[in-house]
């Protein structure tokens, strides 16, 4: 029956790509209130694709509405749908998104980026094509390749749709929890497609992402802004003892130079070692992705055990300080400056703005200024890390040896994708990133593309990984 799935999809792979065209058309941009209706008319769209093909149980959630600034904003529904109920089989949750990023061909973008084209590289441009109607729309070429075949699904499937994920999937997550025990009762195992391979040759499987931990720390001194040629030299300077304390945080060679914070990262064993063997990652792609050859560490194995397994503190901005071109000889009253950290396991949240909140307290105290400081975790969201000996992986690393004839490699990520772990967490049950579309797709900026060997043969592959379930549930 794979054979037959496989072959089926080979044949209709234009049909896909015109489903592909119509999803692409539609401006589905979260972040902007003047295409939310466009957002709910995505969600339209899916919710007659999976009727179309026999899906029960299509429902939605309801969010709730949004604050935008002071305006109430309806937030567009969460999609759920079920294949098959059939207790015999194993139930798989799948979870992917319909809103996009803004884009507009004044940016840079080549061709009208809501308009798919594909190009004589056999790229198909357009916005979210990887990011991530084309991985949702795999999933829905899988069951319509089923139907049409007048073939049994070989699990069930469930669908998890959302249409805020680019704007922080808000209302997503107490609906998960609610439906733990309802819609998802069922649920076996979950599968995420909303991320990229390592490089741009070989299939992946990704088990671990970094959390972030975000801070503001505040100065502050005068009752208003002051002028240098007055006041300079006769006062603390807020953005002076900012300066001071936030070159305190991390060293040029990326050392994060808070008392503590390395002992509670996971040591590294040797099975873990092994992992790093024969990646299909090279220098020259950092260097591509960045625009320079900037690299902190001089081999590939440094390299992404530096962006996947331990932490980093980067610098993001200075909020009150004066940035426009010219200048300007102002003394800024209040300064905010605003640095993360890329959290891993088994490093505890909690822990990690205790130990900053102290040695920055304490670095403040030693300056002996007269201006007052604040320290804040605004945000903390934690790492996730599975097993790739789950069934699931063992079952999508068979996949990918039918499909692709090589072995995925096994990967981490040094971001986050907070929807993981609430799925984790909520369900117990494994999750599984499952990625479609290579690492130099451009997901989130000009000419974002899917290649269209990875749109057939990734829809290939999320089908192949669902007969490798049965055939395990089966031995």
């Known amino acids: ?28 941009v979260s972040s902007d209130p003047n295409r939310r209706q466009d957002v709910f008319r995505m969600s339209e769209f899916l919710i007659d694709e999976l009727k179309a093909l026999g899906a029960i149980n299509v429902e939605t959630r309801d969010p709730g509405q949004q604050d935008f600034h002071g305006t109430p904003l309806p937030l567009p529904p969460i999609v759920l749908a079920t294949v098959g109920n059939d207790p015999a089989k194993k139930t798989i949750l799948v ?18 980026p809501f308009t798919l084209v594909e190009n004589d590289k056999q790229q198909l441009l357009g916005r979210g094509s990887s990011d991530d109607k084309g991985p949702v729309l ?3 070429n899988v069951v319509e390749a089923h139907k049409s075949l007048g073939l049994e699904m070989p699990v069930n499937l469930k669908f998890c749709l959302e249409g805020m994920e680019e704007s922080g999937s808000e209302g997503l997550e107490p609906i998960i929890y609610q439906e733990a025990d309802k819609y998802f009762k069922d649920v076996d195992s979950v599968c995420i497609s909303d991320n990229y391979w390592l490089g741009t040759t070989k299939p992946c499987l990704t088990y671990g992402l970094r959390g ?8 502050q001194g005068p009752a208003r802004d002051l002028h240098s040629g007055v006041f300079g030299g006769t006062v603390h300077e807020p953005m002076t003892d900012l300066f001071a304390l ?10 994060i130079l808070v008392p503590g914070i390395y002992d509670q990262v996971r040591p590294l064993t040797d099975a873990e070692e092994k992992t790093y063997d024969n990646l299909a990652f090279e220098m020259h792609e950092l260097h591509d992705a960045v625009g320079s050859a900037i690299n902190i560490h001089d081999s590939v194995r440094g390299v992404l055990q530096h962006r996947w397994r331990f932490p980093s ?10 940035y426009s071109p010219g200048d300007k000889t102002v003394v800024p009253a209040r300064v905010v400056g605003k640095f993360s950290i890329r959290t891993v396991p088994d490093m505890g949240l909690d822990k990690v703005t205790e130990l900053v909140t102290k040695y920055i307290n304490d670095e403040f105290n030693k300056l002996n200024s ?16 599975a097993s790739p000996e789950h069934w699931s992986y063992v079952a999508a ?33 494994n999750v599984l990133l499952l990625p479609m579309g290579r690492g130099d797709d451009g997901a989130h900026s000009i000419n974002e593309k899917l290649d269209r060997s990875n749109y057939v043969e990734g829809t290939k592959l999320l089908g192949a990984y669902l007969y490798e379930i049965a055939a395990a549930k089966a031995e």
Not at 370 to 385: D, E, F, R, Y
């Open 95 to 112: 979870y992917g998104h319909y809103d996009v990023q803004p884009a507009l061909l004044e940016d840079g973008w080549n061709t009208d």
């Open 246 to 255: 936030m070159s305190k945080l991390v060293s040029p060679d990326g050392k």
């Open 370 to 385: 007269k201006n007052t400081m604040k320290i804040v975790c605004s945000h903390a969201g934690n790492h996730w890390l």
């Open 138 to 140: 795999g999933w829905i």
């Open 313 to 322: 503190l980067s610098l993001h901005g200075v909020e009150g300080a004066f």
């Open 1 to 28: 029956m794979v054979e037959q799935f496989i072959e089926y999809v080979e044949k209709h792979q234009n049909d896909f790509i015109e489903r592909l065209r119509k999803a692409v058309a539609i401006p589905s």
């Open 212 to 219: 972030v931990s975000y801070f503001h720390l505040t100065v």
């Open 397 to 429: 690393a068979k996949a990918v040896e039918r499909v692709y004839k090589v072995k995925p490699d096994l990967t981490r990520e040094g971001g986050s994708i907070p929807i993981t772990l609430t799925f984790q967490d909520a369900l117990k049950r």
